[in-house]
């Protein structure tokens, strides 16, 4: 993979037939402004030729990067999207954000499609959507790791990778692409058109392309490892025992009678209840059909004798209620809130799961070059793109009792007209005198998941030549680079006002009418119902029980819009004024001018915050960087030396940056390569670089999500953490004051936070080091071995405290009053608790403070590693060319401490395995070929603390086992002018790790499955 860049010209053909003619100008590395061969690069530089995406019937460029190791964590179309800017891609260079990977098309920047709300679908950042890329028009992605940071500024801590689009086409070339997945679903398809003329006798150059893609969505209830609903519940015990087993928690008070483990639905029925710390029994276990038994879609009692025994069917009658085999809480009890089932009635949460969201993408892009004379040309590019998002299905709306605010359970009277006459001769017999309370899922109202529609518009203008001063020829450049993205984000929410008219009701003349007379209770202080002729009275007795009218009356469509500008002003010279033992010394000086502006504006029902959740608000604001930067390449032995050894050069980097927002900034490189004989180069270089802020970071409002608060204090969490034992005294001193703080009920259901900028945040930075060697034996021509070391260290790391954070910042602190363990210290002080211990969830007054700061400091190191090689196979009488290609990432250690308190590190758990690995084989001729990738992940834990076998006392799984998937094509060509290939992902649909018959839903690498394109292309 890191060493692939140095095949770019001999393996292009080989990838690309049949093509379109294009222009071959010299090639300029990605991290240096200086032209050179790329074989002559000093640092690892990773090149994704576009036959790869042909080969693979891939037509969107981040489906490709994520596939490379090395590349994890992207920002993608899967799983759940945040309720603003969805569906986008962002690339993740070795994990450490999408934020800290700087993306350019063409070596220049591109504007971000990432929304400036805290609300927003990554983390802050300036991040380019890979959607916009034409991959028609590509002709190679170089990644180059660390240095580019004095090249092209902020942004590149990580790396940078550069789209390269192909120039000055000549012909034209159409392609059609369609795919489906092995279950049916997912169906996607792909038209698209390149070409170009030359005018003017070839002194100019019109280069045009138009793609479009279709992509259709897919939810759990798709899939069968989502439809089995498994996940993990605390495991019950038989006798109360402190620190070890609670009261709330005992198998007898949770029942039902003659439960044992082999019948109360765990997956695993060989481990027992959780009776010690020391019987191999963890105290969390994977359980069937996971469902939340204290809430329903049509609503379930939750008070009184009937409480959790009865619900509401849609036809509005009382029926009796099965809640499941109950886990974490007696069900009913003061905590059912916090209880979890295995079986039963309650609302299962997968129903609202997403695999991947559906996209519409449509790609337009227009080149222009002209020879003003033999030394002058002038440029301009233009790109569009426009991308429609639906995230298909997301949590709904509640009424329920893990909620508080304008979200909690309501309470209605026995006498509601809605109520069918066998619901109130149920209500009567069960003893209910004039009211009982509701607890309901309101899937059948508002529908949370939003779409988005996304523009991006990107226009480049400059000039580039050649001027001769004292006999040598000096290149140089001057553009103009504006881009623009435009966001909007629909959703849906309910008018809370209309809501509070429309359950308010009362049977006057024979009709059922909204009431100004309060029947219902349950709404937060001060809303109360009021007059509205419009109020359409809403029925809550069952699922979809409503009429479309009362829906109608109490749902709004909201808007929220996004707008991120950029403009780009670069002027740089470059050349070889003089030699230094017969070798040109390079340089290149230039100057820079870098604007981002953006504002985030919601619509006035979600400023005013009219709906379940506290007030939006608005976000704006800019920054500008001017930068004056410069390189020098000093080769001091080459090959025409002939000197004892190879080649030696060294080279060094240098970018002053002034930023409006908080000052000033050097960043720089330094290194080098050697090669003692040609067979053998090592390079290296130390860079430091920096992230500016992001306007969101800088100066966004403080404002409301809505995320879970970790349990740590439970009998499945006490005794984890990084350091065990400070985790257990603390919570045993909580515990001994809020003994029912545990289970917590925040920790199933979601409480509001509130999130914010910080105006003086300071900038990352970043110290890195590279070195490594490559290999290209001529005793083996065509092959190339190369291997890297990479290090960072990112001092002030920008991030907004995550609940995590906090809860672990409280827990795992040794620095602990017990004496007032809600408070215990400023960590805890951020979660306010009530009476009980429990977190308060009102989303008018979020309890949970969090927001921007810098924090102490992320380090990362790995090795990567790539094998290149091809060969003719005509010496063994066989027509065509062998390729063999192969990467190798090891992440050595990762650790990201933002607190200081108790960092632990995470490198090989879930989601971060140590080793990752592609291998490749493609043998073509001119008249077919096949092509397979083996896609390795190693061993993953779960955590790198407690480890032992699996189970053991600490968790059910210390880790999942390594695992390999292996996609195929098969390509044909005819008349040179046609290219059918059918191509496989997944070929042996490997979902996830199976237990005793399921797969474990954290173990799911890809839970599309087995998937097949078929792609048909022609060039004119």
């Excluded at 402190?242 to 639905?265: E, F, H, K």
Aim: hydrophobic share 40%.
């Amino acid at each position: 993979m890191f060493s692939r860049v140095v095949w770019l010209a001999a393996f292009a053909p080989a990838f690309a037939a049949p093509a379109l003619a294009a222009d071959e100008a010299p090639i300029v590395v990605t991290g240096s402004r200086i032209p050179r061969p790329p074989a002559e690069s000093t640092e690892p530089i990773d090149a994704t030729l576009a036959g790869y995406l042909e080969d693979r019937g891939q037509t969107n460029l981040a489906d490709a990067l994520n596939e490379v190791p090395g590349i994890r964590g992207s920002v993608t179309l899967g799983g759940d999207q945040a309720v603003y800017g969805q569906g986008v891609n962002f690339i993740n260079l070795y994990g450490l954000g999408s934020n800290r990977t700087l993306v350019l098309v063409n070596g220049r920047r591109v504007v971000s499609s990432n929304v400036p709300s805290v609300l927003g679908n990554a983390t802050p950042g300036t991040q380019v959507d890979l959607n916009a890329v034409p991959t028609i028009l590509l002709d190679r992605v170089e990644r180059v790791s660390i240095g580019g940071a004095p090249i092209y500024g902020t942004d590149a801590i990580a790396g940078t990778v550069n789209v390269v689009l192909k120039r000055r086409l000549t012909g034209l070339e159409t392609r059609a692409t369609s795919g489906v997945s092995g279950e049916g679903d997912n169906a996607r398809w792909n038209v698209a058109a390149a070409g170009g003329v030359d005018f003017a006798g070839g002194r100019g150059n019109v280069t045009a392309a138009v793609s479009y893609d279709r992509l259709g969505a897919v939810t759990g209830g798709q899939r069968g490892a989502y439809r089995a609903n498994l996940g993990n519940a605390t495991n019950p015990c038989t006798a109360v025992q402190t620190g070890i087993c609670s009261a709330l928690n005992l198998a007898s008070a949770l029942g039902p009678v003659g439960r044992t483990p082999a019948n109360d639905g765990r997956v695993n029925p060989n481990i027992g209840f959780n009776d010690s710390l020391g019987d191999g029994f963890p105290g969390s276990v994977l359980i069937r059909d996971l469902n939340l038994p204290a809430v329903s879609r049509g609503g379930v009692l939750s008070s009184g004798g009937g409480a959790y025994a009865w619900q509401f069917a849609p036809d509005g009658r009382l029926l009796s209620y099965d809640k499941g085999t109950i886990y974490g809480a007696p069900v009913p009890g003061v905590l059912a809130a916090a209880a979890l089932a295995s079986g039963g009635d309650g609302l299962r949460l997968n129903d609202y799961l997403a695999v991947t969201s559906s996209l519409k993408r449509l790609n337009t892009s227009l080149s222009f070059t002209y020879d003003l004379t033999d030394r002058l040309q002038l440029f301009a590019d233009g790109l569009f793109y426009h991308g429609q998002a639906d995230l298909p299905v997301k949590l709904p709306t509640f009424n329920a009792v893990q909620f508080g605010g304008a979200s909690a359970p309501l309470t209605f009277r026995t006498d509601n007209p809605f109520l069918t006459a066998q619901a109130r001769q149920q209500l009567a017999a069960l003893g209910y005198g004039n009211t009982f309370q509701l607890s309901r899922a309101n899937a059948d109202l508002a529908d949370t998941s939003g779409r988005s529609d996304s523009k991006v518009y990107r226009g480049v203008v400059g000039l580039e030549g050649k001027l001769a001063l004292g006999g040598r020829d000096y290149g140089f450049e001057v553009s103009l680079n504006y881009g623009r993205s435009d966001f909007t984000d629909r959703g849906q929410a309910i008018d809370q006002q209309r809501f509070v008219n429309a359950v308010n009701v009362a049977l006057v003349g024979g009709q059922i009418v909204c009431s100004t007379t309060a029947s219902v209770t349950g709404f937060p202080a001060g809303q109360a119902p009021v007059a509205d002729p419009a109020c359409v009275p809403l029925n809550l007795f069952g699922e979809n029980a409503a009429s479309p009218a009362a829906r109608a009356h109490v749902l709004r469509d909201t808007v929220a819009r996004s707008r991120l500008e950029q403009v780009v002003v670069n002027a740089n010279i470059g050349g070889a004024p003089f030699d230094l033992f017969g070798n040109p010394v390079s340089f290149n000086l230039g100057f820079e001018h870098h604007e981002e502006k953006a504002r985030f504006i919601p619509d006035a029902f979600l400023q005013a915050g009219l709906g379940r959740a506290a007030a939006v608000a608005p976000t704006a604001g800019r920054y500008d960087l001017d930068e004056i930067f410069g390189e020098v390449l000093v080769p001091l032995i080459t090959p025409e030396n002939q000197a004892l050894f190879h080649s030696l050069s060294a080279f060094g980097r240098v970018r002053r940056v002034d930023n409006s927002a908080n000052g000033g900034f050097t960043a720089w490189s330094a290194g080098g390569s050697f090669a003692p004989i040609a067979d053998i180069e090592f390079r290296g270089n130390f860079t430091r670089s920096f992230r500016a802020p992001a306007i969101t970071e800088l100066y966004s409002p403080r404002a409301v999500t809505n995320i879970p608060v970790p349990d740590l204090c439970s009998s499945a969490n006490i005794g984890a953490g990084p350091v065990p034992t400070v985790r257990r005294a603390n919570c045993t001193a909580f515990l001994a004051r809020y003994p029912n703080a545990t289970p917590l009920v925040a920790a199933t259901a979601t409480v509001p936070t509130f999130g914010g900028g910080n105006p003086g945040l300071r900038n990352e930075r970043s110290d890195s080091l590279t070195w490594g060697a490559l290999l290209r034996p001529r005793f083996v021509p065509g092959l190339t071995l190369a291997a890297d070391y990479v290090r960072l260290r990112i001092s002030d790391p920008i991030a907004s405290l995550s609940m995590a954070q906090v809860a672990q910042g409280c827990f795992d602190n040794p620095d602990f009053d017990a004496g007032d363990p809600a408070r215990g210290n400023a960590f805890c002080a951020l979660i306010r608790r009530d009476a009980q211990g429990q977190v308060v969830a009102d989303a008018q007054n979020p309890a949970v403070t969090l927001g921007y700061v810098n924090g102490k400091r992320i380090e990362m190191s790995g090795v990567q590693a790539g094998l290149e090689y091809r060969t003719a196979l005509s010496g063994l009488g066989v027509a065509g060319a062998l390729e063999i290609g192969g990467d190798l990432f090891h992440l050595r250690r990762r650790l990201v401490d933002i607190t200081g308190v108790a960092p632990a590190r995470s490198d090989g758990v879930v989601g971060d395995p140590r080793w990752q690995g592609q291998l490749r084989l493609r043998y073509a001729n001119k008249a077919w070929g096949i092509a397979t990738n083996v896609n390795y992940t190693g061993t993953r834990a779960i955590a790198l603390t407690g480890r032992g076998d699996s189970p053991n006392d600490t968790r059910e799984f210390d880790h999942f086992d390594p695992f390999a998937t292996v996609d195929a094509a098969l390509f044909v060509t005819a008349a040179d002018s046609y290219k059918l290939t059918l191509s496989i992902t997944n070929l042996f649909d490997r979902v996830g790790q199976t237990y005793f018959g399921y797969v474990v839903p954290l173990s799911i690498n890809d839970a599309l499955g087995r998937r097949f394109a078929l792609s048909l292309s022609r060039t004119w």
